[in-house]
Nanobody, 117 residues
Framework: VELAESGGGSVQPGGSLTLSCATS????????MSWYRQNPGKAREWVAG????????TYSDTAKGRFTISRDNDRSTISLQMNDLKPEDTGTYYC???????????WGQGTQVTVSP
């Protein structure tokens, strides 16, 4: 299993970012997929999940209405469009199979998102 996140950066509150996750080594089409966030000293938290079909994704309360998760089963990738970013969205974002609990013990390097004035 290989998971590679990208697209993070530093933005001001109200800004937008799109994260991407490239995957390989498992049958992507057969897995729901999720995005998670982690900050130093804190547990990794689930942010958004998308089923195998891509229909009716679900979001944490903090992400609902501002984030959009999507998947491309042909390319084995998922994305996370993040709008109206807030300082509390700051963290390292990871993707993994499963929802809401991760399917794989292996994680990518993550991509850092920093939201500050």
């Amino acid at each position: 299993v290989e998971l590679a996140e990208s697209g993070g950066g530093s933005v001001q509150p109200g800004g937008s970012l799109t994260l991407s996750c490239a995957t390989s080594g498992f049958p992507f089409f057969a897995y729901p997929m999720s995005w998670y966030r982690q900050n130093p000293g804190k547990a990794r938290e689930w942010v958004a999940g998308i089923p195998r079909s891509g229909i009716d994704p679900t979001y944490s309360d903090t992400a609902k209405g501002r984030f959009t998760i999507s998947r491309d089963n042909d390319r084995s990738t998922i994305s996370l469009q993040m709008n109206d970013l807030k300082p509390e969205d700051t963290g390292t974002y990871y993707c993994n199979g499963g929802y809401p609990n991760p399917s794989f013990n292996r994680w990518g390097q993550g991509t850092q998102v920093t939201v500050s004035p």
